[in-house]
T-cell receptor, first 113, second 118 residues
């Protein structure tokens, strides 16, 4: 079945440093979504990427979708304490079909002030 | 929280009992998804339902687990004869249209139901 791998599992940064999480799928994706989950909270949708090579920005967050539509990254510039949480990518395999989203295991972002 | 309501938020059950988790989707959403999250893990898809129909239950264990989304009322995830391994957070999500339209659609998650089996 489809697998979505995310690295790193944990990332400690000093406040103000940059942060990047990477997502790789075993199969070509039709689209990929990113979610943020605060400790004890629920996943909150951040963004969806659909096109090959697509890059989207939300303030300090930059999302990329690979040319082959099998990998993606999320980069946060100048992290703040409010960025703390777990960032999940979730992909839907290309070709449709009745599968739900496949989530990566997430990257836990820990920020030291 | 985009309006998906889940209850109970926390549920404690003894081994062998039944757990019923309820989910009311965002108003106007007819597509509901259930995901399970173990500690330090990502979310695992369990089942996708539309009103009165199970569309995809490929992630649901074959035994003890069932889900429904009746014409009236919330979606229910039912776990019979719970075991310790069922302890997890169960998230419900909803969307206005199905997942499978190519461009994809945002799904909105509820705050989750935390099941603890003792």
């Amino acid at each position: 079945g489809q697998q979505v791998m995310q690295i790193p599992q944990y990332q400690h940064v000093q406040e103000g440093e940059d942060f990047t999480t990477y997502c790789n799928s075993s199969t070509t994706l039709s689209n990929i979504q990113w979610y943020k989950q605060r400790p004890g909270g629920h996943p909150v949708f951040l963004i969806q990427l659909v096109k090959s090579g697509e890059v989207k920005k939300q303030k300090r967050l930059t999302f990329q979708f690979g040319e082959a539509k099998k990998n993606s990254s999320l980069h946060i510039t100048a992290t703040q304490t409010t960025d703390v949480g777990t960032y999940f990518c979730a992909g839907r395999k290309s070709g449709g079909g009745a599968d739900g989203l496949t989530f990566g295991k997430g990257t836990h972002l820990i920020i030291q002030p | 929280n985009a309006g998906v309501m889940q209850n109970p938020r926390h549920l404690v059950r003894r081994r062998g009992q039944e757990a019923r988790l309820r989910c009311s989707p965002v108003k106007g959403h007819s597509h509901v998804y259930w995901y399970r999250q173990l500690p330090e893990e990502g979310l695992k898809f369990m089942v996708y339902l539309q009103k009165e129909n199970i569309i995809d239950e490929s992630g649901m264990p074959k035994e003890r687990f069932s889900a429904e989304f009746p014409k009236e009322g919330p979606s229910i995830l039912r776990i019979q004869q719970v075991v310790r391994g069922d302890s997890a957070a169960y998230f419900c999500a909803s969307s206005p249209v199905g997942h499978y339209d190519g461009a994809g659609n945002t799904i909105y998650f509820g705050e989750g139901s935390w099941l603890t089996v003792v």
